[in-house]
């Protein structure tokens, strides 16, 4: 199930909430400490979908400031308005906590619990001590430091799933982000959404319509394969639309999510029995390479993998950024003796650079600040190096922008002068996010063949799910996913 917390912070503005909620909630939680004046009668008659009623202390993470006799004398007050749960937490003092759980009908009690600073090593004393406490429903949150406290909620779900135990198990922060995902897969009771985004109720929420429209949470899974993004940042990927769609579009209950990793090796090794298959996005390409069984002779060649793919017991690294950028130019033009310049000198640079000679292509790429890069990725391609201020004294037929200069947020930045462009010159940018880039709009505006940064993504992204999938990948399904944002 989606929980939607409604969050205030007046009475018309809760109530309002409550409305847009139904579109995407299957149950809501009512958070008395961050509703000024709550009334919660008319909350309560505001909504048909089921009902928590929460009313948390600053010391649980939430506002109110009132004794704890009163908080938990609201929760009362709850169960006797109809309330279909209330949630207490485990750290309510004990002279209060005792009389409510053995006066209250324990099946509507949700017992939780709440660490805002860390998870522990292990979650199986307080598990156990929980569960002997009245209460139909365990709730243990608590603050992800490490991508791995995921994998021990996930262990705990598992735990509770076989035991017939209800339980709500989640990880906040940004690192936790997946259990919120994946933990209605592995068993979780319910998983909590915001209605949108800024109206979060606990760090690294996720809007409610992400988790039931892209990620399908609430969808019956028998049996699923993990797959995901690894990177610092992920934040800007929009991985998990095209793919999640792709999977929906095939009718496969496989799911993708986004994975912030800092140290490669240390995720792979934990993690390398949770995933089928990875997209790899930097610093990580060329980290992940001496981790792999075997690496693709392409990606070999290029020195980076943006795809794992597990084959049998092995893991194989390819690389189809080359491919993905090849198809996208192809579409438009023929490679073979075109005078083509790369602007930039990094791994997309040297992905598509060997592409173009492949193709036949006569290459020249460009350094701004690092030369020392500049020239060894020029040596390495066999090819021309000029400074990025000299880029358009040269002749070209075909211009690869492969720098990030012009990426969301500095949208108003360009790598090439606008008076530089030709009429009939082929212009590819790298960067997809905005859609349409200002060096596209320039070029387009001085008459050159445009292919924006999408098309490499959404080829490279196809080539993935078939690698990962063996079937052929739905891309205007994929397409579309990345039109309409969602």
Same mark, same amino acid.
């Given at each position: 199930?989606?929980?939607?917390?409604?969050?205030?912070?007046?009475?018309?503005?809760?109530?309002?909430?409550?409305?847009?909620?139904?579109?995407?909630?299957?149950?809501?939680?009512?958070?008395?400490?961050?509703?000024?004046?709550?009334?919660?009668?008319?909350?309560?008659?505001?909504?048909?979908?089921?009902?928590?009623?929460?009313?948390?202390?600053?010391?649980?993470?939430?506002?109110?400031?009132?004794?704890?006799?009163?908080?938990?004398?609201?929760?009362?007050?709850?169960?006797?308005?109809?309330?279909?749960?209330?949630?207490?937490?485990?750290?309510?003092?004990?002279?209060?906590?005792?009389?409510?759980?053995?006066?209250?009908?324990?099946?509507?009690?949700?017992?939780?619990?709440?660490?805002?600073?860390?998870?522990?090593?292990?979650?199986?004393?307080?598990?156990?001590?929980?569960?002997?406490?009245?209460?139909?429903?365990?709730?243990?949150?608590?603050?992800?430091?490490?991508?791995?406290?995921?994998?021990?909620?996930?262990?705990?779900?598992?735990?509770?799933?076989?035991?017939?135990?209800?339980?709500?198990?989640?990880?906040?922060?940004?690192?936790?982000?997946?259990?919120?995902?994946?933990?209605?897969?592995?068993?979780?009771?319910?998983?909590?959404?915001?209605?949108?985004?800024?109206?979060?109720?606990?760090?690294?929420?996720?809007?409610?319509?992400?988790?039931?429209?892209?990620?399908?949470?609430?969808?019956?899974?028998?049996?699923?394969?993990?797959?995901?993004?690894? *990177?610092?940042?992920?934040? @800007?990927? &929009? !991985?998990?639309?095209?793919?999640?769609?792709?999977?929906? %579009?095939?009718? /496969?209950? #496989?799911?993708?999510?986004?994975?912030?990793?800092?140290?490669?090796?240390?995720?792979?090794?934990?993690?390398?029995?949770?995933?089928?298959?990875?997209?790899?996005?930097?610093?990580?390409?060329?980290?992940?390479?001496?981790?792999?069984?075997?690496?693709?002779?392409?990606?070999?060649?290029?020195?980076?993998?943006?795809?794992?793919?597990?084959?049998?017991?092995?893991?194989?690294?390819?690389?189809?950024?080359?491919?993905?950028?090849?198809?996208?130019?192809?579409?438009?033009?023929?490679?073979?003796?075109?005078?083509?310049?790369?602007?930039?000198?990094?791994?997309?640079?040297?992905?598509?650079?060997?592409?173009?000679?492949?193709?036949?292509?006569?290459?020249?790429?460009?350094?701004?600040?690092?030369?020392?890069? *500049?020239?060894?990725?020029? @040596?390495? &391609? !066999?090819?021309?190096?000029?400074?990025?201020?000299?880029? %358009?004294?040269? /002749?070209? #037929?075909?211009?690869?922008?492969?720098?990030?200069?012009?990426?969301?947020?500095?949208?108003?930045?360009?790598?090439?002068?606008?008076?530089?462009?030709?009429?009939?010159?082929?212009?590819?940018?790298?960067?997809?996010?905005?859609?349409?880039?200002?060096?596209?709009?320039?070029?387009?505006?001085?008459?050159?063949?445009?292919?924006?940064?999408?098309?490499?993504?959404?080829?490279?992204?196809?080539?993935?799910?078939?690698?990962?999938?063996?079937?052929?990948?739905?891309?205007?399904?994929?397409?579309?996913?990345?039109?309409?944002?969602?």
């Amino acid at each position: 199930m989606i929980c939607v917390p409604i969050v205030g912070p007046s009475m018309p503005k809760a109530q309002e909430q409550i409305a847009s909620a139904v579109a995407v909630a299957d149950i809501l939680e009512l958070r008395l400490d961050l509703i000024e004046a709550p009334d919660l009668n008319a909350l309560l008659d505001s909504t048909t979908l089921p009902v928590i009623v929460t009313n948390r202390s600053k010391h649980d993470g939430g506002q109110f400031k009132g004794s704890d006799e009163d908080r938990v004398q609201s929760l009362r007050d709850a169960l006797k308005a109809g309330a279909d749960y209330v949630d207490i937490e485990v750290s309510t003092p004990r002279e209060y906590l005792q009389p409510f759980l053995e006066e209250s009908d324990s099946s509507k009690i949700i017992l939780s619990y709440h660490d805002f600073s860390h998870t522990p090593e292990d979650f199986n004393p307080l598990y156990e001590t929980m569960r002997e406490m009245p209460g139909e429903i365990i709730k243990i949150v608590t603050y992800a430091r490490d991508l791995g406290d995921n994998l021990k909620m996930f262990e705990l779900l598992k735990r509770a799933k076989r035991e017939k135990q209800k339980l709500i198990g989640l990880c906040m922060g940004d690192l936790g982000e997946i259990s919120r995902v994946l933990s209605p897969l592995f068993g979780g009771f319910l998983t909590f959404g915001s209605l949108k985004t800024g109206q979060e109720s606990a760090p690294g929420q996720i809007p409610a319509k992400t988790l039931k429209d892209i990620y399908r949470v609430t969808a019956e899974r028998p049996d699923f394969k993990i797959y995901g993004v690894i *990177g610092n940042p992920i934040s @800007k990927s &929009l !991985g998990y639309l095209v793919h999640n769609r792709a999977f929906q %579009g095939i009718g /496969s209950p #496989d799911i993708y999510v986004s994975f912030l990793v800092d140290n490669v090796e240390k995720f792979f090794n934990s993690f390398k029995d949770f995933f089928s298959g990875l997209s790899v996005t930097m610093p990580a390409k060329e980290q992940i390479m001496p981790l792999l069984s075997r690496v693709d002779e392409t990606a070999k060649k290029i020195g980076a993998v943006n795809t794992v793919v597990k084959e049998g017991t092995d893991w194989v690294g390819y690389n189809t950024d080359c491919s993905g950028a090849i198809s996208a130019l192809e579409a438009c033009t023929s490679l073979q003796g075109k005078n083509v310049l790369i602007l930039g000198s990094g791994g997309t640079a040297k992905a598509i650079g060997y592409g173009v000679k492949e193709k036949g292509g006569r290459l020249t790429v460009t350094y701004n600040k690092n030369k020392a890069r *500049g020239e060894s990725l020029a @040596k390495e &391609l !066999g090819c021309e190096l000029v400074h990025a201020r000299e880029a %358009g004294t040269r /002749s070209i #037929d075909i211009l690869i922008n492969c720098s990030p200069v012009g990426m969301s947020p500095n949208i108003n930045e360009t790598p090439f002068l606008a008076r530089d462009f030709k009429e009939g010159m082929v212009v590819f940018d790298s960067v997809y996010n905005p859609l349409e880039t200002k060096l596209l709009r320039e070029a387009k505006a001085a008459g050159c063949t445009v292919i924006p940064g999408m098309e490499l993504f959404i080829n490279q992204a196809a080539r993935q799910f078939e690698l990962w999938t063996g079937q052929p990948a739905p891309i205007e399904i994929m397409r579309r996913a990345t039109s309409a944002g969602c």
